[in-house]
């Protein structure tokens, strides 16, 4: 696969998400979008382009260093959930994805191991749930969102897309040491709380994220699978199995929801 080929599959793959959540978001509520966000729709196919030109030891230690990297992302989304109603759109995002870059930095100096990654990743969600529960948000009732024009679809898969061909295009020039954090950079994230905010309000899009923290542990049962499944079984049979521990917690995130 060309270079070229396999960027533009990244590009496109992240803007039919965006467009798909932020579709979810409008029409159905904050839970929705955020549950198809939290699914690998970005991580999955970075691994699978991965999985094409590296071997599969590489791939297990790119994934071991992703699974810490969620915690950055939680930082992005309790960042975000703090200052988004406060703060304007661009004001917003970029408090977040400062936050996550220091967060991101202070991984990189820590050599981990399944044990330690496992401490980490836990803790860092007990701390950004409890925060999360405090964080208080008024949703307008009744919901309200603007009018659809003809074009917003195609221009919100074409803005996500650029910005992905910009994004990815500087992530794989870090090399390997950067892997593992590069294929968890918020770009889903960033991107569908971009669009969604002018649409639907400052307070459904920090509802997103908050809901979204939940949806994370799906990503890193994807990610842990990943790390441990890519040696034994091969990276695409790890790909398939991590799929599945994802879509499962997804499963769970909408059975807890129709009973509470």
Known sequence: MTPLFA???KALSTA????????MAELFGPFWGALVTSLPVATGPAYLFLSLDHSDS???TAALNSVVSVSALLVFLITYARVGQRLRPLASLGSALLTWTLASAVLRLVNWTVPWALV???TAFFIALRIARHIDVQLPVPRQTMARRWYD???RGGIVGSFVLLVVSVAD????QATGIASVFPITLTSLLLLLRPRVGAAEAVMVALIT???????????MTLHLLAIPLGAPW??????GASLAWSGVMMVRRKRG
């Open 16 to 23: 039919a998400v965006v467009v798909l959540a932020s579709v």
């Open 173 to 176: 020039l870090l090399g390997p």
């Open 7 to 9: 960027l533009l599959a």
């Open 120 to 122: 980490e990743v836990v």
């Open 58 to 60: 590489f791939i297990a």
């Open 213 to 223: 923290l939940r949806g994370m542990i799906g990503l890193c049962g994807f990610l």
């Open 238 to 243: 790890a790909l398939l199995a991590g799929l």
């Open 153 to 155: 679809l195609p221009l």
